[in-house]
């Protein structure tokens, strides 16, 4: 059913039954993207992940609301057999701001970035968001200009966004200077340095640190005072059992990127394409990394979407 004007949008949006009854008890809800599964993770690991996530926010209190383009509407929610069908699907669009539109007007499938899920969740009305690690300022960026849109909505959509900070292949400490520049509150959890994905620790002191979802929710309202502000990014360390130390990474990172330069990968190929080749170098621990970062992500925007709830 499409509730756009009942969320202040235009856009064509279907709740699934489960974020539906959330939204009319009031319960809290944390959005989901859907690239992790359709271009994030191989078959059958996608969607068992994609499933035990969900069940992560369930187990905190709250309610998962997967984002993805079908049949020419925004899904917020997914049922488990739409989930699947997701996960083995093929030639999906893979969304940001700039594509979301267009799937839509062309009924093609599509799944969402942090940019295209984070203008999606806003439309539906849903504050927290939690993801695997946000995309930046690529390495080199000074030549190509390769700069993520997830910065920009960061700067201008009031979602707050849950990651273990941006992937370890970006260029960090420009991606925390354009985030500084757009006004994007970085917040540290538990930590007073900024984590780069699979590793806790980037080299890079976080801009702020807070220890408890409460405070991240007290700081929410306070952005809420001033209204045009856009989202807040929390950088959520990757469990300490399940790091991969950024000494270790480096020299994976390095080869990955290096092939994706010479055989001509650039644009939204780039992430995808780095992150399949790591999972080849790391023989596969990158990706049980991986897993492990997304759920302890997923965990943290429970709590914080029911702290804000209360």
Same mark, same amino acid.
């Given at each position: 059913m499409s509730e756009a004007a009942e969320t202040g949008t235009n856009a064509p949006i279907v709740f699934g039954e489960e974020v539906a009854a959330a939204r009319a008890a009031g319960k809290p809800v944390v959005a989901l993207e859907?690239?992790?599964?359709?271009?994030?993770?191989?078959? =059958?690991?996608?969607?068992?992940?994609?499933?035990?996530?969900?069940?992560?926010i369930r187990a905190h209190g709250a309610v998962p609301a997967t984002i993805a383009i079908l049949d020419g509407a925004l899904h917020v929610g997914l049922?488990?057999?739409?989930?699947?069908?997701?996960? &083995?699907?093929?030639?999906?669009?893979?969304?940001? &701001?700039a594509d979301l539109a267009f799937a839509l007007a062309t009924k093609r499938p599509g799944s969402t970035t942090v940019a295209a899920t984070m203008m999606a969740a806003h439309a539906a009305g849903i504050e927290v968001f939690a993801t695997g690690g946000i995309g930046g300022v690529h390495r080199?960026?000074?030549?190509?200009?390769?700069?993520?849109?997830?910065?920009?909505?960061?700067? &201008?959509?009031?979602?707050?966004?849950?990651?273990?900070?941006?992937?370890?292949?970006?260029?960090?400490p420009k991606t925390l200077e354009v985030l500084e520049t757009k006004g994007v509150p970085v917040i540290a959890y538990g930590t007073d340095v900024f984590p780069a994905f699979w590793s806790r620790d980037s080299g890079l002191a976080a801009p702020y640190?807070?220890?408890? =979802?409460?405070?991240i929710a007290r700081l929410m309202a306070m952005?809420?005072?001033? =209204?045009?502000?856009?989202g807040l990014l929390v950088a959520n360390p990757v469990p300490a059992e399940a790091e991969i130390p950024a000494g270790e990474m480096a020299g994976a990172i390095e080869r990955a990127v290096h092939e994706a330069s010479r055989r001509g990968v650039s644009g939204k190929d780039?992430?995808?394409?780095?992150?399949?080749?790591?999972?080849?170098?790391?023989?596969?621990?990158?990706?049980?990394?991986?897993?492990?970062?997304?759920?302890?992500?997923?965990?943290?925007?429970?709590?914080?979407?029911?702290?804000?709830?209360?």
């Open positions: 859907s690239t992790i599964v359709t271009h994030g993770m191989p078959w =059958p690991r996608n969607v068992e992940t994609a499933r035990q996530v969900e069940a992560d049922s488990d057999a739409t989930l699947e069908r997701l996960a &083995r699907a093929e030639g999906v669009m893979k969304c940001s &701001r080199g960026a000074e030549t190509t200009f390769d700069v993520s849109a997830d910065l920009d909505e960061l700067g &201008r959509t009031p979602v707050c966004v849950v990651s273990a900070g941006a992937k370890a292949l970006l260029d960090l640190r807070l220890d408890t =979802p409460q405070e952005r809420d005072a001033f =209204p045009g502000h856009g780039v992430t995808p394409f780095v992150l399949s080749f790591i999972l080849e170098l790391t023989q596969g621990r990158s990706l049980e990394t991986n897993i492990a970062l997304v759920r302890n992500n997923a965990g943290l925007a429970a709590r914080i979407a029911v702290a804000r709830a209360g």
